[in-house]
């Protein structure tokens, strides 16, 4: 056990540079590379192409809350009152065993999931934007031994260090699993919105 923290600090920091590297983040709401004309976007249901239940519609509510807290477009249900269509599918799901103990059972995992989306601008009907693959991957604690009670993630949580090591190892997967997933596609819909609004 006591080499399983060294290791999961050091690949908790190596997800973290791999997961805001390379993705080309602005901050801008302005999205320079929209359609000076558009107003509305609907959109669609994005397929699941996982063995993972549900992961789309988890993506599909992260997209809607990061388009409108950019407040450049607003979000239609009508796809005939909409300028542009957001489209796509969450294409991979993969959990990696990244952290094990002593007897090299798995303590943490890596999550990475992957989405391929495309903008169309509905009155033209031509494809502004598309990419097959925009991914990102964060670190997955199981046990409560591999969880990093002072990184910025878990701080982020309800849950605090004490109370993680009271809790059965069951309940702390579950935890975990369902933070990282809302984290994983809160980035990937913010990374989207990013390379969609700026066209590259």
Known sequence: MSRARPISLALAALVALA??????????????????????????????????????????????????????????????????????????????????????????????VSVAASLRDLKTG???????????????????????PTSPSFLQQTLRGTQIGELPDIQVAQTQVTYVRQQLMSKIASTVYDMMSDRF
């Not at 590379?33 to 992260?62: C, E, H, M, W």
């Not at 599918?89 to 798995?106: D, G, Y």
């Open 126 to 148: 031509k494809v502004l934007w598309s990419s097959p693959n925009i991914s990102s991957v964060q670190y997955m604690p199981f046990v409560a031994q591999a969880v990093i």
């Open 19 to 112: 997961t805001f590297s390379g993705c080309g983040y602005h901050f801008a709401a302005s999205g320079p590379g929209l359609p000076a004309s558009a107003r509305t976007i609907y959109v669609d249901k994005f397929a699941n192409l996982t063995r993972i239940t549900g992961l789309n519609d988890q993506f599909n509510i992260a997209m809607k809350d990061e388009i409108a807290n950019r407040r450049r477009l607003v979000l239609v249900k009508d796809r005939s009152q909409a300028d542009l269509e957001l489209s796509g599918s969450v294409v991979l799901a993969q959990m990696m065993p990244a952290v094990f103990n002593a007897v090299t059972e798995a303590m943490a995992y890596t999550e990475s």
